[in-house]
């Protein structure tokens, strides 16, 4: 699971830096990207769980980007953030000054398959307002 889903956002945050890209919308008109796998013999419970532990161990704060856990349901709910990294002419990477993506994700666990969703992906600045 936790290679489809990385493999995908990986791949969404590489196309967000392009800009002749286009992504999937939905009626907002909000990017988003789905997909469903297949994972035969393991049930809705287990899927979940496994679910759950993916995003503790991948996320720095997992407390924080859970927002719904829905174990009766077998639903994931998060929200989270990536600090953007640029390249300079001479190909050193630094941070971006206050440049994030951020997304929403859901996954839905039935037995022998899961879906997630990656939604409302967008690119986040600081804003700076001079108060003088």
């Known amino acids: 699971m936790k290679h489809f889903f990385l493999a995908a956002?990986?791949?969404?945050?590489?196309?967000?830096?392009?800009?002749d890209s286009q992504f999937d919308t939905n009626d907002e008109g909000l990017a988003y990207y789905t997909?469903?796998?297949?994972?035969?013999?393991?049930?809705?419970?287990?899927?979940?769980?496994?679910?759950?532990?993916?995003v503790n161990k991948y996320y720095k704060n997992p407390v924080g980007v859970l927002k719904k856990q829905d174990s009766e349901?077998?639903?994931?709910?998060?929200k989270a953030r990536i600090k953007l990294k640029?390249?300079?002419?001479?190909?050193?990477?630094?941070?971006?000054?206050?440049?994030?993506?951020?997304?929403?994700?859901?996954i839905y666990c039935k037995d022998g398959r899961y879906k997630y969703e990656i939604k409302r992906i967008r690119w986040e600045?600081?804003?700076?307002?001079?108060v003088t």
Not at 9 to 19: E, F, N, P, R
Not at 38 to 50: F, H, I, P
């Open 86 to 106: 640029t390249k300079d002419k001479k190909g050193n990477i630094s941070p971006s000054a206050g440049s994030f993506m951020a997304y929403q994700f859901v």
């Open 125 to 130: 600045q600081a804003s700076y307002y001079d």
């Open 9 to 19: 956002l990986v791949s969404i945050s590489g196309l967000s830096l392009a800009q």
């Open 35 to 54: 997909e469903v796998n297949q994972v035969s013999g393991v049930d809705a419970n287990t899927l979940y769980k496994r679910g759950i532990e993916w």
């Open 73 to 78: 349901n077998k639903v994931i709910e998060g």
